[in-house]
């Protein structure tokens, strides 16, 4: 599983605008972006704020509709 890059740049972000915003390295975004590694907990609600979607799209799940 791997964090959407489309979604940062759609939302008009950069890497480093994104490390900026977290305090981490463009490496660390760039592993999350290709599957190599995964955003703690913690960066998840402020990645979806950031990108003004849900955790779920974030990595490209919907959620479950009962």
């Known amino acids: 599983m791997r964090l959407r890059r ?3 740049e759609s939302a008009g ?3 480093g605008d994104v490390c900026q915003k ?3 390295t463009q490496g660390l975004i760039s592993q999350w972006e290709t599957g190599k ?3 703690r ?3 998840l609600y402020t ?3 950031l990108y ?3 955790i779920d799209e974030l990595f ?3 959620p479950r509709v009962s």
Do not use: I, M
Request: glycine share 4%.
């Open 6 to 8: 489309d979604l940062r």
């Open 22 to 24: 977290l305090n981490v």
């Open 60 to 62: 490209d799940r919907n």
């Open 52 to 54: 003004n979607c849900t």
């Open 13 to 15: 972000l950069k890497q």
């Open 41 to 43: 907990v913690e960066f």
């Open 37 to 39: 590694g995964f955003p």
């Open 47 to 49: 990645l979806a704020d």
